[in-house]
């Protein structure tokens, strides 16, 4: 999509998956794009439809947690568009961890038992629930790598005070815990997922999307229990499959590494696993919708007349 022109717009931000426009220093109109990152790098091909998914699914959660915390939404006038309140982000990624996988498990098979802060019991292995979940949070970096971080140090640094940690955590474990029991419903497992919160008018409030395959991953809970008896593999609806394969072709992010071909099958693949992720998580057949440029614009705009 070609970059748009609002009025009254303050500023632009294209990020790695989004394009950010700020209307009168107090509305973000949010555009979620077929972009695709993995290991904080943009791959070469856009994903079909990838940015309708997350955009519905966010708007979905969003809307099935506002009773648990007031969050940024407005309206979606777009499949793939969401207008909101600008909020004074925190710069922070609050990790919700359920299961050990992903970073938590490569950082536990290193011998490590403490992540940010948070102690994991001994004699677990790959995928099994933590006794509770538990909180991990990192550094929302403006470029390069998030990094991990201790609630301590969140509050020595300044990022939040040790009364909005509170708060921040609070909001977190509620939210992850009704994404569960979302997940339930629907035959999944939601393992592990982020947040993001920002501040408006003193109230702390939900930014970002929530428990998409991008901030989020899924197991399936048929068979769970016993593919973790076996050592199977786990079945899993997230974007873990494309690190994957990119970790599977030798590409971590890491300098002079390549990334490598997307083939047309493989694009083809993820825009699948994109749509089923949906289908399982929101339990209702995904529509796909393609708008023009023009088409979009339009949409937005009477949205914003109707906000102001």
Not at 86 to 105: D, Q, T
Request: hydrophobic share 35%.
């Amino acid at each position: 999509m070609n970059v748009m022109q609002f009025p009254h717009q303050t500023n632009f931000y294209s990020g790695k998956v989004r394009d950010v426009y700020t209307l009168n220093n107090n509305l973000l109109v949010m555009v979620a794009s077929n972009r695709i990152s993995a290991f904080d790098v943009i791959l070469p091909r856009p994903i079909p439809f990838k940015g309708q998914v997350l955009n519905q699914i966010a708007a979905y959660m969003l809307n099935a947690t506002k009773d648990i915390c007031p969050n940024w939404l407005l309206d979606v006038p777009a499949p793939n568009v969401s207008i909101g309140k600008k909020c004074v982000p925190f710069k922070i990624e609050m990790v919700v961890r359920g299961n050990l996988v992903g970073h938590a498990w490569r950082t536990y098979s290193s011998g490590r038992r403490e992540l940010c802060g948070a102690m994991m019991v001994e004699g677990l292995k790959e995928n099994d629930f933590f006794p509770t979940p538990i909180i991990t949070p990192s550094t929302k970096a403006d470029a390069g790598h998030d990094e991990d971080i201790s609630p301590k140090e969140i509050i020595e640094k300044g990022l939040c005070t040790a009364e909005e940690w509170k708060v921040l955590s609070d909001y977190a474990l509620k939210l992850f815990g009704r994404g569960k029991e979302i997940a339930a419903k629907r035959g999944l497992i939601l393992a592990d997922t982020k947040y993001e919160f920002g501040k408006l008018n003193g109230e702390i409030v939900l930014m970002d999307e929530i428990h998409t395959p991008d901030s989020s991953r899924y197991f399936y809970a048929d068979g769970f229990e016993e593919r973790q008896q076996t050592g199977e593999r786990q079945k899993q609806l997230s974007k873990e499959f494309v690190r994957e394969w990119l970790i599977a072709n030798n590409f971590m992010g890491k300098e002079g590494q390549t990334v490598p071909e997307m083939t047309d099958e493989w694009v083809d693949t993820i825009s699948k696993r994109y749509i089923e992720l949906y289908e399982k998580v929101i339990g209702e057949k995904f529509v796909p919708e393609e708008l023009s440029d023009e088409e979009t614009f339009e949409r937005i705009t009477s949205s914003l007349q109707k906000l102001s």
